[in-house]
T-cell receptor, first 115, second 115 residues
Framework: AQSVTQPDIHITVSEGASLELRCNYSYGATPYLFWYVQSPGQGLQLLLKYFSGDTLVQGIKGFEAEFKRSQSSFNLRKPSVHWSDAAEYFCAVAPRGGNTGKLIFGQGTTLQVKP | KAGVTQTPRYLIKTRGQQVTLSCSPISGHRSVSWYQQTPGQGLQFLFEYFSETQRNKGNFPGRFSGRQFSNSRSEMNVSTLELGDSALYLC??????????????FGQGTRLTVV
């Protein structure tokens, strides 16, 4: 079955520290990969996406993610976290080349930033 | 370019009633997907409409239905509301071609509370 796993439900980091959020997927073929961020009571904002090519992708707000085919992973990173990064982060996948807009989401990771 | 607009933002309904939520996609986008977000189940795909036709459907009971109009605006209807239908309902808009056009843009959501 297709699934996305975010092993960490909750992460707390100090402001200025580095961040890595993990994402693993189970899929028949390498899907399209996305990271979204959601502030409380708001919709989802796309941080970055991987379709093909360079496995290290840059996104908005200083985030980057690395696709590792051998590990079926797409981890999100940021070198220095800001207090405004506190939010919930979702990894998502969509079928490659499929005729669908359906996304499958992980359970999300809540990021808390300590001053 | 205007983003995805969902109305209303907040809604309180009584058990047994029905409700209609509205979503206006980004201009030019032909695909509208709906998701239900709850603390326990996370983000779950409800259905997708493309060019006025339902293209994909999630695993929800028949009480959940939708439609799409010729201008791509979409409505979602839930009949015979249950307490468990309380959730944030998110609408996502994409160009709809699948593949590289899978990138979805989300609205702010409609917070439905069933009492």
């Amino acid at each position: 079955a297709q699934s996305v796993t975010q092993p960490d439900i909750h992460i707390t980091v100090s402001e200025g520290a580095s961040l890595e959020l993990r994402c693993n997927y189970s899929y028949g073929a390498t899907p399209y990969l996305f990271w979204y961020v959601q502030s409380p009571g708001q919709g989802l904002q796309l941080l970055l996406k991987y379709f093909s090519g360079d496995t290290l992708v840059q996104g908005i707000k200083g985030f980057e993610a690395e696709f590792k085919r051998s590990q079926s992973s797409f981890n999100l990173r940021k070198p220095s976290v800001h207090w405004s990064d506190a939010a919930e982060y979702f990894c998502a996948v969509a079928p490659r080349g499929g005729n669908t807009g359906k996304l499958i989401f992980g359970q999300g990771t809540t990021l808390q930033v300590k001053p | 370019k205007a983003g995805v607009t969902q109305t209303p933002r907040y809604l309180i309904k009584t058990r047994g009633q029905q409700v209609t939520l509205s979503c206006s996609p980004i201009s030019g986008h032909r695909s509208v997907s709906w998701y239900q977000q709850t603390p326990g189940q996370g983000l779950q795909f409800l259905f997708e409409y493309f060019s006025e036709t339902q293209r994909n459907k999630g695993n929800f009971p028949g009480r959940f239905s939708g439609r799409q109009f010729s201008n791509s605006r979409s409505e979602m209807n839930v009949s015979t509301l249950e307490l468990g239908d309380s959730a944030l309902y998110l609408c996502a808009s994409s160009s709809g071609g699948g593949g590289l056009n899978t990138e979805a843009f989300f609205g702010q959501g409609t917070r439905l509370t069933v009492v």
